[in-house]
């Protein structure tokens, strides 16, 4: 893959690391690899106290956080500067108590990152719970958009969207990710406007962003892709490319999901850079 910025070009990606400290060291080289600009992370299974703040600065980034005790968890990275936070919650249950939404300002962007629930065993509680997320998100994400400000909805949707976006999709028909309820639900987003920007830049090709654990499922290229960028309008006038860094699964004790990339130009652009994504791991 083409790692290489355009002149001024800001970077925003999304990484559901499964465990932030079990995988420190992948994250960490990640980072100090591609050197993106903001950073969404996901899966943290970490309380906030044992947030890895201080590696995290010595690699040169700011950072805030939501964690959670052995599950969720949500944080935001800022590569040479501090988020500024402006929310960490979602709107619509005040009940709520999972580590699910965090949101910052970065460098004139108003960044969302968000980790959607599974929803499994479908039908039941966990899938209502999902249902009813995606509510509370579609509610939110319309008043963002009347703002019309640069925004980015990042991160791990737990979402299939379409049979291009899955290895066999007769295979995951009763799944909670692939549900028709729940692909109607993120299509209500697009709906509103919003933008998904890997397949703005790339409509017909295969993307995979999550490879399970099981069957051997990222040697034989049987992935899924459930991490979306999405973006408001004035920010999807300046995409100029997208990308998966596949390679990041292929590593010592990855995560079961590959960091996806954005890149933003400080104005709009007429012609989006297509970078490639290594979508085979053979490739």
Partial sequence: MDSAAPDRAMRIATFNVNGINGRLP??????????????????LKAPDARFPTVELEKAGYGAIWHGQRSWNGVAILARGREPIETRRDLPGDPDDQHSRYIEAAVNGVLVGCLYLPNG???????????????????????????HGIPVALVGDYNVIPTNLDVYKPE??????????EVRRAFQVLLRQGWIDAVRSLYPDETIYT???????????????????????????????????????????RASDHAPVWIEVSDAPSRR?????SKDNPDG
């Avoid at 100090?32 to 903001?38: A, G």
């Avoid at 499994?120 to 319309?142: I, M, Q, V």
């Fill in 26 to 43: 992948v994250l960490l080289r990640w980072l100090e690899e591609t050197k993106p600009d903001v950073v969404c992370l996901q899966e």
């Fill in 120 to 146: 499994n065993p479908a039908p039941g509680p966990k899938l209502d719970y999902k249902l009813l997320w995606l509510e509370r998100l579609a509610t939110y994400a319309a008043e963002l958009l009347g």
């Fill in 171 to 180: 295979r995951w028909q009763k799944d909670a990710l692939f549900l028709p």
């Fill in 210 to 252: 999550f490879w399970d654990y099981l069957r051997n499922a990222w040697g034989r290229n049987a992935g899924l892709r459930l991490d979306h960028l999405l973006l408001s309008p004035p920010l999807a006038t300046r995409l100029v490319a997208a990308g998966v860094d596949c390679e990041v699964r292929g590593w010592d």
């Fill in 272 to 276: 989006p850079r297509r970078s490639r």
